[in-house]
């Protein structure tokens, strides 16, 4: 048995009772298949980054599982059949992974306050100029050495390569 993960993507039009029927399909098939069900995360509506099927949003769920790969092929099959599903992504959980993704299951920091803190006001420090000479930079220093000087009236000529055929065609008669 190995540890799997699936994101799916569902079509953010189909009512609550629908998604919880393809996320129960998918648990049934699981837990018939000899496998055990560790977590479904609705991670809800959320905005998607490149339109899918002419839809800006999708309804996220993360479901974790420990099944046989015949049983994940059978899901992944099933899903690719349903037309809720807009996307479904399957993959292996490494060991030593966090059951939860790392934003929901961090613990809350030590060091904030139970109360909210009055901000300080920021004191501006005086910004230094850098003195202004009339050498140039490193850099432009650089640049004018590989320039090509042209003077007034003179044109910078660069060898062209021009192909000439020697071919002549023959006119037919």
């Not at 977590?39 to 099944?67: C, N, P, Q, V």
């Amino acid at each position: 048995m190995t540890k799997y993960e699936i994101l799916l993507l569902l079509d953010p039009e189909i009512d609550d009772g629908r998604q919880a029927e393809i996320v129960g399909r998918v648990r049934e098939q699981v837990e018939t298949g000899g496998g055990s069900w560790d977590l479904h995360d609705a991670w809800g509506r959320r905005r998607l980054a490149y339109e899918i099927g002419h839809k800006t949003d999708g309804s996220y769920h993360l479901l974790h599982f420990t099944s046989d790969a015949a049983t994940l092929d059978e899901i992944s099959r099933v899903l690719r059949i349903d037309d809720a599903v807009m996307r479904h992504m399957a993959t292996r959980r490494l060991e030593g992974s966090p059951a939860r993704p790392v934003a929901l299951a961090a613990p809350a920091r030590q060091d904030e306050p139970d109360e909210p803190v009055q901000d300080e006001p920021v004191q501006d420090e005086p910004v230094q100029d850098e003195p202004v000479t009339d050498e140039p930079t490193q850099a432009e220093a650089a640049e004018d050495a590989d320039a090509e000087e042209v003077e007034d009236g003179e044109v910078d000529e660069q060898p062209v390569e021009v192909a000439i055929s020697t071919e002549v065609e023959e006119e037919e008669e």
